[in-house]
């Protein structure tokens, strides 16, 4: 059991160290937005996070997240979908007015389908595209070499907002090794800066490596263990 001042330790122990790094490279600190990823965690920690503040939660099940936005409608809470998403779902996710952005967005058939329920849903749905910078076969996301067409061939998608890109580095534990993939990922945003797509969101970095993931330029990072505990 996690007890609430464990909790609040862990919080001011992120928010502490997401100060430091982003002035490490003068950045403000406000401008890099939190995710706490709940998966696996009970309603009560998420209440919790809500009360001390922490505005988005994020979630990498449909069913689970579907549970919790029910258990937690008074709160109004925001959402970020992490996961991979299968088509068949994605109609559940642009019902929730609070699910606020899918960052997974790994092939072209469901930004299709996803630009699709958002029409239907009268909204304009935010996305991050996930790029698999480390080419291992264990993780999802578009092949980098595939990105700018991907891009190409979206740009027609009128209810999908590209907001930027997401990626996962393989786990280490030398928070040192993900730096490189965090520096892979920039790349292709400056790429596609250059070709003229505006890419606005970085989101890289998880309890392990988020500190690395800012210093490279993570406009988003998802933390998990490092707020709610080890989730096994
Ligand atoms: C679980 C998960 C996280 C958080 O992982 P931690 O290591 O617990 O911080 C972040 N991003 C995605 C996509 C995840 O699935």
């Known amino acids: 059991m996690v007890t609430e001042q464990q909790l609040q330790k862990h919080l001011l122990k ?3 160290s997401i100060a430091i790094s982003a002035e490490k490279v003068n950045r403000d600190p406000a401008s890099i937005c939190l995710v ?19 505005e988005i939660f994020g979630e990498n099940r449909v069913q689970e997240l579907r549970e919790k936005y029910k258990k937690t409608t008074e709160f109004n809470l ?4 992490v996961g991979h998403l299968q088509r068949n779902k994605v109609k559940y996710l642009l019902r929730m007015k609070n699910c606020l952005m899918i960052e997974s967005v790994d092939s072209l058939r469901l930004a299709r389908e996803i630009n699709k329920r958002a029409a239907k849903n ?10 698999n910078v480390s080419g291992q076969e264990s993780k999802f996301g578009l092949n980098p070499t595939n990105t700018l067409e991907f891009f190409q061939k979206a740009a027609s998608f009128d209810n999908l907002d590209i907001r930027g890109l997401m990626t996962l580095a393989p786990y280490s534990e030398d928070p040192e090794e993900s730096r490189p993939f965090f520096r892979k990922l920039v790349e292709i945003k400056q790429n596609l800066d250059r070709e003229g797509y505006s890419i606005e969101e970085l989101s890289m970095g998880m309890s392990n490596d988020y500190t690395i993931a800012i210093e490279e330029g993570a406009t988003i990072v998802r933390i998990g263990t490092a707020l ?3 989730r096994y």
């Open 78 to 81: 925001k959402w970020h979908f």
């Open 14 to 16: 992120v928010k502490n």
């Open 228 to 230: 709610f505990g080890s």
């Open 36 to 54: 706490a990823v709940s998966k696996n965690h009970k309603v009560d920690k998420i209440k919790y996070f809500h009360k001390q503040g922490i």
């Open 122 to 131: 009268d909204r304009t749905m935010p996305v991050l595209i996930e790029v």
